[in-house]
């Protein structure tokens, strides 16, 4: 027993052993109940190396034991494996104890050796398929929230239902409620005739252009009664589906409530589907980034890593596309660099009591808003229409003075700025890193000015591939 543990402690007997097993050991599954069927079918009797499991099989597995639907193991060679202790341990085959030695060897490996390597090798793999879970989720959010705005259309949006019929919340430009209401285009009611004349009534009554459908139960039913309404009765309009992740999480949520007082759940999820088309990235922010439904097994993924990593990818989108600190919601704000969710609060509420913000210096007068999350936030705070052209850009303030002197060598006013920004003022200006060394400004942070100057507050969800749009679609051809 004594050499057995020698031999089991020994760090580099266990690092050969531990190497040996993940290049050549293979994870066993079989099921708890073989009677039983169960949406574990493909994992009875399955076995797959440990160095090429695939990371959603390796949660998959993980989850089916845990439901007490698996039985799990690794196995491997063990005649190799005593090889490599042997390796160590022996020094001469001619000894008396060679015998002895090798039943100890055999011994350690599969009383204090296997069971251990075998935790670690299951630890490995979780924690390798955790870490790529988390960067799936963390890539497809921020996809998600990149998706470019449709701005300037009015919105009928339709929550999709069987028998509570499907919501509908006709919205502004803006995002505005101007009328709600429940239509019944599928079974049990399957009232069609009803559905297309209220959303004719939307339609005339408020100017729509666009219809928003979310991707849930009935979906497909609905959007064709909707395709058929287009196609009979307004074929100007369009629609598009739109993901209904999380909808309902936001429109039971205090802040819902907050928002809308007086309104009933369904209607804020209507309204909710409605504003992720007009602005995605301003409606999502509202929900808890785990609620979105982006990734796989999340429920199975530690929960503090994974909200960590997503709060950090939802900052940074928001920073990256910046904030109309006059328009936007303190969910918005909140997620700004150095804007903490109560400072975020009192932004809004300075803004209610006195009015738009013309001047980003007037942040400062924001209660709890200090000097440091200043400097942090003004960057990504944007001020349309305010008195300095400067205000509605992504230039931080501490730029300002370079930004103007930019401006006057390439004989520009900062006017032109409000009007789309100066295209050609790399060919104004000539040499940058030349330029840099005159106004003693780093020559990658007059880069990023100059790029700015050039086409003021660009949304970089403009690069992303636009809305698609349906006019109608009633058979495979369209």
């Known amino acids: 027993d004594i050499i057995a543990e020698m031999i089991a402690d020994d760090p580099e007997i266990t690092k050969d052993i531990r190497e040996k097993t ?14 039983e069927k169960t949406v574990y079918d493909m994992y009875y009797d399955r076995q797959e190396a440990i160095s090429k499991i695939p990371n959603h099989r390796v949660l998959a597995i993980n989850r089916g034991e845990k439901e007490k639907k698996l039985k799990v193991k690794i196995t491997v060679n063990s005649e190799d494996m005593h090889g490599i202790i042997a390796k160590s341990v022996i020094k001469n085959e001619k000894s008396i104890f060679f015998a002895l030695l090798q039943e100890t060897i055999a011994d350690a490996y599969k009383r204090l050796m296997a069971p251990s390597i075998e935790r ?21 959010t921020e996809s998600l929230l990149m998706v470019p705005p449709v701005k300037g259309k009015k919105v009928i949006s339709i929550d999709p239902g069987y028998r509570t019929g499907c919501k509908v919340a006709a919205l502004d430009e803006t995002g505005k409620l101007l009328d709600h209401g429940v239509v019944y285009p599928t079974k049990p009611r399957h009232d069609v005739v009803g559905t297309k004349r209220e959303l004719a009534r939307l339609v005339k009554k408020d100017g729509v252009n666009t219809i928003v459908i979310g991707n849930g139960t009935a979906s497909r039913e609905t959007e064709e009664v909707v395709s058929e309404f287009i196609a009979e009765q307004a074929p100007s309009l369009r629609y598009t589906i739109v993901n209904e992740a999380g909808a309902s999480v936001y429109s039971a949520s205090e802040l819902a409530s907050q928002e809308y007082p007086d309104l009933d759940v369904t209607v804020r999820g209507a309204m909710s589907l409605g504003r992720r088309l007009q602005d995605p990235l301003a409606e999502l922010v509202k929900i808890p980034p785990q609620s979105i439904g982006v990734g796989q097994y999340q429920h199975d993924l530690d929960q503090a890593e994974l909200s960590r990593t997503l709060g950090h990818v939802v900052e940074d989108v928001v920073n990256r596309v910046g904030v109309d600190v ?38 400062k007068k924001v209660p709890k808003l200090g000097p440091k999350a200043y400097l942090n936030a003004a960057g990504f705070l944007r001020i349309s229409g305010g008195k300095n052209p400067l205000d509605a850009t992504s230039v931080h303030p501490e730029s ?6 930019v401006l006057e060598r390439a004989g ?34 007059l880069i990023d000015i100059v790029n700015e100057l050039k086409k003021p507050g660009r949304d970089p969800r403009d690069d992303a591939p636009e809305v698609v749009f349906s006019r109608s679609a009633l058979s495979i051809d369209d």
Do not use: H, W
Not at 400 to 405: K, L, Q, S
């Open 120 to 140: 670690e090798m299951r630890n490995i793999l979780t924690e390798r398929a955790e870490a790529e879970a988390v960067k799936i989720f963390a890539k497809n």
């Open 22 to 35: 993940y290049s050549s050991g293979v994870i066993c599954t079989e099921a708890a109940d073989p009677e």
């Open 400 to 405: 300002y003075e370079v930004a103007t002197t």
């Open 326 to 363: 006059n328009t936007a919601s303190a969910s918005l704000l909140g997620y700004v660099s150095g804007i903490t969710p109560s400072v975020a609060k009192n932004i809004v509420a300075y803004r209610e009591e006195n009015g738009a913000f013309t001047d980003r210096r007037q942040l």
């Open 412 to 445: 520009v006013k900062a006017s032109e700025l409000s009007r789309g920004g100066v295209p050609d003022i790399e060919r104004r200006l000539g040499s940058i890193s030349a330029l840099a060394s005159d106004l003693d400004c780093g020559t990658l942070t």
